[in-house]
């Protein structure tokens, strides 16, 4: 059975930008099936629609399929991974620039809190979220003006997630991220 693996862009963002198109294709060459969707509403995005795209896109989740999310994208990974029926495992999950938190840089203009207060206010049920997966990494960068370093503490003790930080990468804007690569292909061999 193939892998499958899912790319999930931030807030704001595309499936063209950055890393995506070069993870897409890296991941190809290595047999995945692979969907890197354009987010519904990705200027305002809410919770419901993200998550019911993710549900159309990944259509029969199982242990061979991945996810890859930069910032936004993992809260809806983690949202979508929780909700699943109770027997449903998924084979693993990569979140680059992932947080629980968000740092004063991102409030430049009163939308963004009002955008942003669901995804913060709305929890995670990290048993849930455990019972349908086991094999966790958070990539973050030591100077990501978005994502406070501390939130891979919450990573690794609720989700028990291996954590990669990386040197000076911001909010991982990069056309290239082998750290996200290695650590998906890494988790499809487990």
Not at 33 to 58: F, G, R
Not at 75 to 97: D, E, H, S, T, W
Not at 110 to 122: G, K, N, S
Request: aromatic residues 12%; hydrophobic residues 35%.
């Amino acid at each position: 059975m193939a892998n499958k693996a899912i790319l999930v862009h931030g807030w704001g963002g595309n499936s063209s930008e950055g890393w995506f198109p070069w993870l897409k294709k890296e991941l190809e060459a290595r047999g995945f099936e692979v969907a890197s969707p354009d987010m519904p509403n990705t200027k305002n995005p809410k919770i419901q629609e993200w998550v019911e795209c993710l549900s159309k896109i990944t259509k029969n989740p199982d242990n061979h399929t991945y996810f890859v999310g930069h910032s936004m994208g993992c809260q809806a990974i983690m949202r979508y991974i929780q909700q699943l029926p109770k027997n449903i495992k998924v084979g693993g999950a990569v979140f680059v620039a992932g947080f629980f938190h968000l740092t004063n840089e991102l409030w430049d203009e009163d939308y963004t809190r009002e955008i942003a207060a669901p995804w913060l206010q709305t929890p995670l049920y990290f048993d849930k979220l455990k019972s349908h997966c086991s094999n966790f990494t958070a990539i973050m960068s030591d100077n990501d003006p978005y994502v406070p370093l501390s939130d891979f503490n919450i990573f690794k003790k609720e989700l028990n997630a291996k954590i990669i930080i990386e040197r000076n990468k911001g909010h991982f804007h990069d056309i290239q991220l082998p750290s996200a690569l290695n650590s998906i292909t890494e988790i499809s061999k487990t």
